[in-house]
């Protein structure tokens, strides 16, 4: 049995995060780890909040609250959210922790130490009508390499060249509008990034295990060349920069970037989980204290692929330190709200609260890692939604349960039948759903979530059509022991279709095999040959009939979701722009 530790990028804390978040990281990560507890491996799942830099600051502003405040709000209502649907991370902390600040303080000091680190004045962009240093990524205007007006101060998405906001032609802030903006020197400290590009790009080009795009991000960043980046920044609201254990002199003002802090926060937040469940966090950070034997995997949008690949590592192996890196990296594209990008700054997608509000969490699960956007962009639509719903959901796994078990009830009291012998027709359906298992095992351990939901769709689809081919309803007319048998291997079916779905669909697959009274301990990821767990249960177990699993989602609807969040979808598709209503 392996240790297997998965993190999820955090969500940042201005607001409850959109369905596209929620599918580029948190999701995959919570099924990754349901599946490998379901296989009996020790799964450590870690995700936090994000809560430090100017976007926190200024969503407090705008709430009036102040910034603790603010954020302590959030945190419980992301929290929520994300039980909601089912998370099942094993802790779920705050960046802004004392045990982040204490690690974030400590690697500065180890990178300082090994000459990674020192100060320097830079030129940063002042915004002089909000008064403030603007953030990078407060700083708008034109790319100097691509020429797209939308460039941020860090980097631009249409050409992902990383930038700094000095390199933007015709600069402006994003917090204002205002183009009244001006140049000055600041002080702050540097993390020499360039002194490390030799090990990163060695531990990148090792990294064979990763999948395409996180590879591609990375060595595309290493190939254009490391700079040297300030990791400090010109706020209240954060980590703050000490030396000694004392405010760092001509830093009184000054915290770390969030950026810095956290990445680090993945280490912190297993100290927090120690500390709370009585449990050590040294032996799944640490090599030279067990962490060796853990595999680290890392799920996050393709955003946030460069800080993963090459920041927070230069972090971890420049500061000299045993840490655990990670072994495979998950990256995603971005979700699409009817063909334009979901975001939380502008409300504009379905957000997790609202989704939850409209339909079960299982039904977005589903949909979103069957549509996952693995390869590419993936769009979201409502009407796409409803579409693989009923089809996957309601009229092949619900119909196939419903089937069975009210033909059960029927014919056989409820209870699970004996007599007859498999034939040809069960011989089939053994070597055919043998088959299928071996290749949905193989597509969750590659973490490629559209093949695996592909697979478990057959494997439901499995049970529809075995019922048809095998018609114990006729059997029962001319042979009962036929029948019997038939009706005993689509129950068996029956739970091996809802074991395979818990990664997805968590609470459905519990009520169908609480229905079949499963106990906890037999839910595991199947590991027997199909002619043997195909008969597993108890002969005369008795089987209830679940309650209806999916209602149907009608055309009605539809039509109300979208006119209560598709009004920018019809702006979009008329005018090819984002409505800002």
Same mark, same amino acid.
């Given at each position: 049995?392996?240790?297997?530790?998965?993190?999820?990028?955090?969500?940042?804390?201005?607001?409850?995060?959109?369905?596209?978040?929620?599918?580029?990281?948190?999701?995959?990560?919570?099924?990754?780890?349901?599946?490998?507890?379901?296989?009996?491996?020790?799964?450590?799942?870690?995700?936090?909040?994000?809560?430090?830099?100017?976007?926190?600051?200024?969503?407090?502003?705008?709430?009036?609250?102040?910034?603790?405040?603010?954020?302590?709000?959030?945190?419980?209502?992301?929290?929520?959210?994300?039980?909601?649907?089912?998370?099942?991370?094993?802790?779920?902390?705050?960046?802004?922790?004392?045990?982040?600040?204490?690690?974030?303080?400590?690697?500065?000091?180890?990178?300082?130490?090994?000459?990674?680190?020192?100060?320097?004045?830079?030129?940063?962009?002042?915004?002089?009508?909000?008064?403030?240093?603007?953030?990078?990524?407060?700083?708008?205007?034109?790319?100097?390499?691509?020429?797209?007006?939308?460039?941020?101060?860090?980097?631009?998405?249409?050409?992902?060249?990383?930038?700094?906001?000095?390199?933007?032609?015709?600069?402006?802030?994003?917090?204002?509008?205002?183009?009244?903006?001006?140049?000055?020197?600041?002080?702050?400290?540097?993390?020499?990034?360039?002194?490390?590009?030799?090990?990163?790009?060695?531990?990148?080009?090792?990294?064979?295990?990763?999948?395409?795009?996180?590879?591609?991000?990375?060595?595309?960043?290493?190939?254009?060349?490391?700079?040297?980046?300030?990791?400090?920044?010109?706020?209240?609201?954060?980590?703050?920069?000490?030396?000694?254990?004392?405010?760092?002199?001509?830093?009184?003002?000054?915290?770390?970037?969030?950026?810095?802090?956290?990445?680090?926060?993945?280490?912190?937040?297993?100290?927090?989980?120690?500390?709370?469940?009585?449990?050590?966090?040294?032996?799944?950070?640490?090599?030279?204290?067990?962490?060796?034997?853990?595999?680290?995997?890392?799920?996050?949008?393709?955003?946030?692929?460069?800080?993963?690949?090459?920041?927070?590592?230069?972090?971890?192996?420049?500061?000299?330190?045993?840490?655990?890196?990670?072994?495979?990296?998950?990256?995603?594209?971005?979700?699409?709200?009817?063909?334009?990008?979901?975001?939380?700054?502008?409300?504009?997608?379905?957000?997790?609260?609202?989704?939850?509000?409209?339909?079960?969490?299982?039904?977005?699960?589903?949909?979103?890692?069957?549509? *996952?956007? /693995?390869?590419?962009? @993936?769009?979201?639509?409502?009407?796409?939604?409803? !579409?693989?719903? +009923?089809?996957? $959901? #309601? =009229?092949?796994?619900?119909?196939?349960?419903?089937?069975?078990?009210?033909?059960?009830?029927?014919?056989?009291?409820?209870?699970?039948?004996?007599?007859?012998?498999?034939?040809?027709?069960?011989?089939?359906?053994?070597?055919?759903?043998?088959?299928?298992?071996?290749?949905?095992?193989?597509?969750?351990? *590659?973490? /490629?979530?559209?093949? @695996?939901?592909?697979?478990?769709?057959?494997?439901? !689809?499995?049970? +529809?059509?075995? $019922? #048809? =081919?095998?018609?114990?309803?006729?059997?029962?007319?001319?042979?009962?022991?036929?029948?019997?048998?038939?009706?005993?291997?689509?129950?068996?079916?029956?739970?091996?279709?809802?074991?395979?779905?818990?990664?997805?669909?968590?609470?459905?697959?519990?009520?169908?095999?609480?229905?079949?009274?499963?106990?906890?301990?037999?839910?595991?990821?199947?590991?027997?040959?199909?002619?043997?767990?195909?008969?597993?249960?108890?002969?005369? $177990? #008795?089987?209830?009939?679940?309650?209806?699993?999916?209602?149907?989602?009608?055309?009605?609807?539809?039509?109300?979701?979208?006119?209560?969040?598709?009004?920018?979808?019809?702006?979009?598709?008329?005018?090819?722009?984002?409505?800002?209503?």
């Amino acid at each position: 049995m392996k240790r297997i530790l998965i993190t999820s990028a955090l969500p940042y804390i201005n607001g409850i995060k959109h369905l596209g978040n929620l599918t580029g990281s948190m999701l995959p990560a919570d099924i990754c780890a349901r599946f490998w507890r379901l296989c009996g491996h020790e799964v450590l799942l870690i995700c936090a909040t994000d809560e430090h830099g100017t976007p926190a600051e200024l969503a407090a502003e705008a709430a009036g609250q102040d910034v603790q405040s603010y954020c302590d709000e959030q945190y419980e209502l992301q929290r929520a959210a994300g039980i909601g649907f089912s998370l099942s991370f094993d802790w779920f902390g705050r960046s802004s922790s004392p045990q982040n600040h204490a690690f974030t303080q400590h690697f500065a000091e180890r990178l300082e130490a090994a000459g990674l680190i020192e100060e320097r004045t830079s030129q940063q962009i002042y915004s002089i009508t909000d008064q403030r240093f603007l953030p990078d990524r407060y700083v708008e205007g034109t790319c100097p390499h691509c020429g797209s007006a939308k460039a941020r101060g860090d980097q631009c998405d249409s050409c992902g060249r990383l930038l700094d906001p000095t390199d933007l032609i015709d600069p402006y802030s994003t917090i204002s509008g205002s183009h009244d903006v001006e140049v000055r020197d600041t002080t702050h400290l540097f993390l020499k990034q360039s002194k490390m590009q030799d090990t990163i790009r060695d531990w990148v080009e090792g990294a064979i295990h990763w999948p395409t795009l996180a590879r591609s991000i990375a060595l595309k960043w290493l190939d254009e060349g490391l700079h040297d980046r300030a990791i400090t920044r010109d706020l209240s609201w954060g980590v703050p920069v000490l030396k000694d254990g004392k405010p760092r002199p001509g830093f009184e003002n000054k915290v770390f970037y969030v950026w810095f802090d956290a990445p680090i926060e993945y280490i912190s937040a297993t100290r927090e989980w120690a500390e709370a469940t009585n449990n050590t966090w040294e032996n799944w950070w640490r090599t030279d204290q067990g962490a060796s034997d853990v595999s680290y995997i890392q799920f996050m949008g393709k955003d946030n692929v460069a800080f993963h690949t090459v920041s927070f590592p230069i972090t971890m192996l420049g500061s000299g330190e045993p840490w655990k890196t990670v072994d495979r990296l998950k990256a995603f594209n971005w979700v699409t709200w009817y063909g334009g990008k979901f975001s939380t700054s502008d409300k504009r997608g379905i957000f997790m609260d609202q989704a939850l509000a409209i339909a079960p969490s299982d039904m977005w699960r589903w949909h979103l890692m069957a549509n *996952a956007p /693995e390869s590419a962009d @993936a769009a979201f639509t409502l009407e796409h939604f409803q !579409a693989v719903v +009923n089809s996957d $959901l #309601a =009229n092949v796994l619900g119909n196939f349960v419903n089937r069975i078990t009210k033909f059960t009830g029927a014919k056989f009291d409820g209870q699970l039948p004996t007599g007859g012998e498999p034939g040809a027709e069960e011989q089939q359906l053994f070597e055919e759903l043998d088959t299928r298992l071996a290749a949905l095992r193989e597509h969750h351990k *590659a973490m /490629e979530y559209r093949k @695996a939901t592909a697979e478990t769709r057959a494997i439901w !689809a499995l049970g +529809n059509e075995y $019922l #048809a =081919n095998a018609a114990p309803w006729t059997a029962m007319k001319n042979d009962p022991a036929q029948a019997a048998m038939i009706v005993r291997t689509a129950l068996n079916l029956m739970v091996i279709g809802a074991i395979i779905a818990q990664p997805f669909i968590p609470d459905t697959a519990a009520k169908i095999l609480d229905a079949m009274g499963v106990p906890n301990d037999n839910r595991n990821w199947p590991k027997e040959a199909a002619a043997t767990l195909l008969d597993a249960l108890p002969h005369g $177990l #008795a089987c209830a009939v679940p309650k209806l699993l999916f209602a149907k989602i009608e055309d009605e609807q539809v039509q109300n979701w979208s006119e209560r969040f598709g009004a920018e979808a019809s702006e979009v598709s008329k005018n090819g722009s984002y409505s800002t209503r």
